[in-house]
Structure formats: structure tokens, C-alpha cells
């Protein structure tokens, strides 16, 4: 004889309990498996005929059916076997900062900082105490609106929207974790649109810039090899600031290195040119640094604009436009998109498309340069 199975019965109801002063309180009587409980919701319904009540009474309602559903659906993911005890009451700011935390070490410092201002202005919006109970469209919907309305930097200005959607991101990054850790029942993130970013203008040097770069003296030396190691390279300044001498070898066609891109993570072998091997002077230890004494600050930025404007050119550059300067060159001079892109340790090609743009912009203005035939 067949075992019967135990069906788990339930309901989750909205109900109405009037105060004293005529208004109402909403809450939801939850019944499951034999067990009941009661969730106030600290919503209320005005008593009053005013339009303009009537109006927030219609959304107050709405917001308590929605968080109604959202207990059903908890209760029926129970049911159909998905884990017995989500975390819901986890509280959510320190479950944030324990992401930040692990990212610590793994993270560039840049991608860490992100993380850790994130974590700053999701403090101010939301406070401490949110748990993930809590964690719902409308509060990401109101965490989209703060980092667009509200949000200031240290110098009191309004966010860029490239770091409202980097901010942003990263709240939703957060949510699918608990998500993906059964910490939450369902994920509230993936039905919120992100804030999309702006195109960036990615700034580069010619050849006949990076040959004036060369000539002209810098406070810096070291820093003036790095850079241009880096437009010969494409290497990143996180991956050059740990770059050994165990890791650049010789080998029967020219110079190889080998390296674990700090961004990416993956493993690496690049060949780099007898150029680019002279910017990184006389062999040392195995274990040295090549580049001893790289620093790079806002101060050394101050210089290195220094630098780029004293050579005659007059655009701004940071360390990585050298990134940059080596994606476009190679471009222009006939290298193929797809070697380009693995030069530069590109996951997907659509990355390195962003410079086959710029270079087909300035086809554009070159052919636009040859003057007026019609005489």
C-alpha cells in the first residue's frame, strides 16, 4: 500500500484592526501547518473622506498585498521543498558588510572601494536595521531613486551616473547572493531594471605623442617607464605595480611575461616588443620588482598632467589611458579585433568593440579633412 503524503495546509490573509482613532491597522493572520502568527505591518488606512487620503489609502493597500504575496510565496517555497528555514531575519546592513569584508582581499582596490561606498550611502538610505524581510522591489526601486536624487560624493556633489549604476549594481549583486544562498525565498532584484551607465570617452596618445612622452623629462622616472611600458603592453596599472622579474623571460622570438591579471584573475602570456622590454631596465632578483619605488596618487596625477602638458599635448591623461593608447594603436595600425582583444585579456569581444568605435570615428574625421573639390 502506497505511503500517503502529509500535505502542509496554509493561508496568509490580510486582515484590518481598528483603533481608536478610527483608523486601521493592517496586518496578516498566517496559518501554516497547524501554527499561527500574526505580522503587523505598521501600515494604516486614514479614516477620512479626503481625495488625497483615499489616494494614500489605495497605495497603502496595495503595498500590504504585496508584502501578503510575498509571505505566500515564502510559505509555498516551504512547501515545494526549497529550504525549510530562510534567514529572513538576518539583518541585512551586516550581511552587506560581510560581502564587502570577503572582498577585501580578492578584489582590486578600486572594485573593493566601490563596495565599501556602497556600503556607506546604502546606510544612509536604509539605516541599520533592515533585515531581509524588508529586501523587496520597493526598497531597491528606493534605493535606485536615493543614489539618483539624493546621493552627494565627499565634495558635495551629485553622483555620476556611471557610479549610481556601479553603486547600484552592486546592491543587486548583494541580494542574488542571499538569493543564491537560501537566505531568501525569492529574489526581488532580477524585476528591477539597473541604472544603465553612460558611454565613457576612453582618452589615448598617437605615435607621434607617446614619441614626445619619451623626450620629454619627468619628476618621476620610474613612473615615466611604467607608463609607457603600459601603452606598449596594455597592461593595467594593477597588474605592473606587481610585476617580478620571475615573470618576464626570454625566449628564442623576443620577451614573453607571464602574470594572473589582477581585475580578471586569469593566467596569462603576453609577448611584448624589445621597446617595451628596454623601459624595464637592468634584470634584477627573481623576486624583485621591476618597477621599484611606483607610487600613484592624486599628487603623482598632478605631476604626470604635468608631464603630458609640458610634451605640447593637450589632453588629459591618467595611467590608464596608457591601457587605452595601446588598444588604439594596434587598432590603427591593421591588428586585427580579435587579437587586440586577447593582447589586452578581454573575457568578451564586445569590450575591446569600444575601441574598434573610436578608431572608426576617426576614419570619419580624416575624411572629412580633405577640403572642397568643387572649385
Known amino acids: 500500500m502506497a505511503k500517503k503524503t502529509k500535505t502542509r495546509k496554509y493561508h496568509v490573509k490580510l486582515k484590518e484592526r ?19 502568527k500574526y505580522e503587523f505591518l505598521k501600515l494604516y488606512l486614514i479614516n477620512s473622506k479626503k481625495e488625497s487620503d483615499k489616494e494614500l489609502n489605495k497605495q497603502t493597500s496595495q503595498l500590504a498585498e504585496n508584502i501578503r504575496a510575498k509571505r505566500q510565496l515564502e510559505i509555498q517555497s516551504n512547501k515545494f521543498g526549497f529550504t525549510s528555514d530562510f534567514k529572513l531575519d538576518t539583518n541585512f546592513i551586516e550581511f552587506f558588510k560581510s560581502i564587502v569584508e570577503s572582498r577585501k582581499k ?48 565627499k565634495s558635495d556633489t551629485p553622483l555620476s551616473k556611471n557610479t549610481q ?7 543587486k549583486a548583494a541580494i542574488n547572493e542571499a538569493y543564491d544562498k537560501r537566505l531568501i525565498p525569492d529574489n526581488p532584484a532580477k524585476r528591477v531594471k539597473s541604472i544603465k551607465p553612460e558611454p565613457t570617452h576612453r582618452q589615448y596618445l598617437t605615435i607621434e ?23 606598449l603592453t596594455g597592461l593595467r596599472w594593477s597588474d605592473i605595480i606587481k610585476l617580478t622579474w620571475s615573470k618576464v623571460y626570454k625566449h628564442y622570438e623576443g620577451y614573453k611575461i607571464d602574470f594572473r591579471q589582477e581585475k580578471t584573475k586569469d593566467f596569462e602570456y603576453l609577448d611584448i616588443s624589445q621597446q617595451a622590454r628596454d623601459y624595464l631596465g637592468k634584470r634584477g632578483n627573481p623576486n624583485d620588482k621591476i618597477f621599484i619605488g611606483l607610487k600613484y596618487s592624486g599628487w603623482h596625477n598632478v605631476w604626470m598632467q604635468k608631464w603630458i602638458t609640458g610634451a605640447g599635448i593637450n589632453k588629459e591623461i591618467t595611467f590608464h589611458c596608457g591601457r587605452h593608447t595601446f588598444a588604439c594603436i594596434q587598432l590603427q595600425m591593421g591588428t586585427d579585433i580579435f587579437t587586440v582583444s586577447k593582447l589586452l585579456g578581454h573575457s568578451e569581444l564586445k569590450t575591446t568593440q569600444i575601441y574598434a568605435k573610436i578608431i572608426d570615428k576617426m576614419k570619419q574625421k580624416a575624411v572629412n579633412k580633405i577640403p572642397d573639390i568643387n572649385l
Request: hydrophobic content about 35%; proline content about 1%.
Open 106 to 153: 580578492k578584489e582590486t582596490s578600486g572594485n573593493y572601494g566601490n563596495w565599501a561606498s556602497t556600503l556607506i550611502h546604502l546606510t544612509k538610505y536604509a539605516g541599520t536595521k533592515n533585515t531581509l524581510r524588508n529586501i523587496d522591489e520597493i526598497f531597491i526601486e528606493g534605493f535606485k531613486q536615493f543614489l539618483e536624487n539624493k546621493a552627494r560624493t
Open 165 to 171: 549604476s556601479s553603486y547600484f549594481n552592486k546592491l
Open 18 to 36: 481598528e483603533l481608536k482613532s478610527g483608523n486601521k491597522s493592517l496586518y496578516l493572520d498566517i496559518w501554516y501547518d497547524g501554527k499561527r
Open 209 to 231: 605623442e607617446l614619441r614626445l612622452l619619451a623626450k620629454t623629462d619627468f619628476r618621476y622616472p620610474v613612473m615615466k617607464n611604467a607608463f609607457l611600458f603600459s601603452c
